[in-house]
Structure formats: C-alpha cells, structure tokens
Nanobody, 126 residues
Framework: QGKLVESGGGLVQAGGSLRLSCAGS????????MAWFRQAPGNEREFVAA????????EHADSVKGRFTISRDKTNYTVYLQMNSLKPEDTAVYYC???????????????????WGQGTQVTVSS
C-alpha cells in the first residue's frame, strides 16, 4: 500500500471549476473503495464523495450533490473529483483516502497503511 498524492487545487472565483486528482497504487485501487474528504479551518474533516471498489457506484455529500462528481481511472490508478459551480464555502484542504462505510457514514479505512496524503488546497473567492 503506497501513499496517496493529491493535486489540482488552486484559487478560483465563485462559480468556477477545478478537477482534483489522487494518484495511488494498483494494490490500493484493487483493495479499497476511495473517497474525498475536506477540512476547512476550524472545522472537522468531512466526507465529500466516495466511489466503491467493485461496481464503481458513487455517493456524494448533500452539500456537493449536483456540483461535484467523483470518478476513477483504473488504468492509471487515479481518482478524480470534478468540482463545478464552486462556492466560497467549498474552501478547504481536500484529501483522498481509502475508505469504508459503517454506521451510515463514510470514513477513512483504518486498515489502509498509507494514511492521509498531504492534501490539496482549494480556495474559492466570492
């Protein structure tokens, strides 16, 4: 299990778009569901979107539904987060992680030894 490396963040005006990428390993992608989380200053890390390992089904947090889309490329072991119609409240550091769902919510998978990546900063100006 290797590290996950996020990229693609930046500064964008409200209403704009960004696409985040999360590069992993073949072993990680064959073993885990993957998810994006985000953390704004002073807030706890929160779930954004997830994609299941076997069937590729996706889930998105209500706050981003209809604006963000998670996807994956199994040939290069990369997970993407396409973010459209960005709002200032989307400003946060975005992290990807191997993930699991329990208790009705998505969490970082504790069996994934790679842990959290360094994250990528997304700043949306009004």
């Amino acid at each position: 299990q290797g590290k996950l490396v996020e990229s693609g963040g930046g500064l964008v005006q409200a209403g704009g778009s960004l696409r985040l990428s999360c590069a992993g390993s073949a072993r990680t992608f064959s073993s885990y569901a993957m998810a994006w989380f985000r953390q704004a200053p002073g807030n706890e890390r929160e779930f954004v979107a997830a994609i299941r390992r076997n069937d590729g089904n996706t889930e998105h947090a209500d706050s981003v539904k209809g604006r963000f889309t998670i996807s994956r490329d199994k040939t290069n072991y990369t997970v993407y987060l396409q973010m459209n119609s960005l709002k200032p409240e989307d400003t946060a550091v975005y992290y990807c992680s191997a993930a699991t769902k329990y208790g009705g919510a998505w969490h970082a998978n504790p069996t994934f030894a790679g842990g959290w990546g360094q994250g990528t900063q997304v700043t949306v100006s009004s």
